[in-house]
């Protein structure tokens, strides 16, 4: 049986950056969303309010729309060359242009209701307190905490509706990334691996994949024409530090 692996990415810009962070905000929702209890349905809120956070920071409904045009327009450039699997492009080009439509069909800025949402609006306001959201600051939150989970789970959904054409566009321009290329083995001597990208095919994320056994963790750093990994033992007392064993691992490097 092969050993498990643990999967690390590391975006090498902005955008990629704030799309990993969105796939994780929505991955939590999607695990605490269907359990009754009140921690959990605070944990969909906490991420909810996180989420309307970073969009009210970037323009997240362009950035998006952006990507799903310039992977269009790569793709049907794609399609002009031969031996390329024409009905698995079609089926792409569908999935890109379908979300592309719904995110065109979302009106001003994302998600604009829920951030104009009084009860919302109280929870953002106490979450900057640590320990600001109790039940004596906000009795009003403790009140709807305490609804039957089908009441409660009617609302977030309600409220989740118009992130949803977001999600699908960050769910699946990653999709594209992450399989835009294949892994490759690659050995890291003491623990230390360097690279250097080729700047005509930009790459978006490296992806670095080791045995889950093994006490060590990777640290990148790096731009779009070089990036560094940097395996760190574990320590159960002080900082890592880098190892200076011979480290095997899979790369990808994320072009798409």
Known sequence: MPNQVVAFEHPLNERIR??????????????FLP???EWA??????????????????????????ELDRHTTVLERLGKQSGVDAHALTRVLEDLGGVAEKIYRLEGQIAQPLRENDFLKSIIQRSSIPGGTCS???PHYHHWLHLPHPARQRQLDAWMQDMLPIRDGVTLLLSLARSSTDPRAATAPAGFFQDTLDSQAPVQMVRVEIDAGLPLFPEVSGHKHRFNIRFME??????????NREVNFLLTCCVF
């Open 18 to 31: 704030t799309f990993l962070r969105l796939e994780h905000l929505f991955n939590k929702i999607d695990h």
């Open 35 to 37: 359990q009754p209890e």
């Open 41 to 66: 349905t605070r944990a969909v809120v906490e991420s909810l309010l996180d989420i309307l956070s970073i969009t009210l920071r970037a323009d997240i409904k362009t950035e998006i729309l952006k």
């Open 136 to 138: 004596f600051d906000l």
């Open 234 to 243: 574990v320590a159960e007392t002080g900082r890592p530090v880098q190892t």
